[in-house]
């Protein structure tokens, strides 16, 4: 468990947790958050991981000024719901990502969990992109993601990690109660 590890651990905990809270503060603390772990990824020869960080940190720009700005900015983004559509089309999309992403780490590199790592990026990457947008269904999924990601990085001996992505998970359910409720209010 390096300091760096640990750095990019905490300032995780904070992105989310500001994340659950609706503040946009959680897009630039989670960007220095990517950065950092995208070398501890790469030291662990997690490439799909390292290579999801800097996807992140476009993801982390994207994500602070649609909070903060959005298509409208006399509007407040507001969580909503994918359909069914939106929702099948996201997931579809993770297993095409996931295939063809573990198929070139397994082939040209020497990951050290290709097909595990790469699923695991290109999901998140439908997550992150539906928190973006405020879509209620992001923290369902971030909850199995971030199950499986304990997993992996137990398997991999980032301990900090591993012990970030349980609490992550638990604030995921923190969220998906949280947002839950308020488009439950927002519709009555």
Known sequence: MSPLEVCASLLGLLAVWLTVRQNPWCWPIGLVMVVLYAWVFFEAKLYSN???????????????????????????????????????????????????????????????APWQDAALCAFSLVAQLWMAKKRLQCWPLWIVLDLLFVGLFIDQALFSTAALYGLFTLLACHGWLTWRRELTVRAA
Do not use: C, K, N
């Open 50 to 112: 390292t290579l999801l960080q800097f996807v992140y940190a476009a993801l982390q720009l994207y994500g602070w000024w649609h909070w903060t700005r959005g298509d409208r900015p006399d509007e407040r983004l507001v969580v909503s719901r994918l359909d069914l559509r939106q929702t099948s089309l996201g997931l579809a999309l993770g297993v095409l990502g996931s295939i063809a992403l573990g198929m070139l780490m397994a082939t040209y590199t020497d990951a050290s």
